[in-house]
């Protein structure tokens, strides 16, 4: 199994949001739901425009876990929601292909991986690159890994640190700040 990275770098992130902008809307609201909700592929992709439109959280069940999962949606997805749904069937899904099939993760993938080139990112990206980061900024603003573990559904607070990369981090830290 391929282990991703998440973005850990803000300024990177600003600049894929702005590759993926000068696309189109839907890969750069792809890139923002997975980023601020923390949610896997399978469960984004999954979404249809009555899941967001005019709403103030999204419920789901997590394909993976069958559990069920209540957000509330954030002040910067909101108006998106609201733009990109306009004049579209709430049971339509909210991401299409260009030939207005519900839009695959292959798609999603090199959605992300391309923006992420262009932009300078060589390590390993994917479609869980979204996922982790938001756990990486979401740990890194809060500090929490007992909310982040139960966002995640994981069962051990190390297993969410490792997750997002904090684990190499603080390994990192330490190394670079204990000289003998």
Known sequence: MNVVEPIRN???LKK???VL???NMRDLLLFTVGTNCGLRISDILSLN???VRGKNYISIVEKKTGKYKRFPINSKLKPMFEEFTKGRDSDEPLFL???K???ERTQSYRIIRDACRTVGIDYKIGTHTLRKTF???HYKKFKDVAVLQKIFNHYSPQVTLRYIGIDQ???DESYNNFIL
């Open 97 to 99: 292909s260009v030939f």
């Open 169 to 171: 981090d603080m390994i």
């Open 101 to 103: 099939n519900r839009l």
């Open 21 to 23: 902008r000068k696309q």
């Open 135 to 137: 756990g990486y900024h």
């Open 16 to 18: 894929i949001e702005n």
């Open 10 to 12: 803000k300024n990177d």
């Open 49 to 51: 425009v009555g899941d």
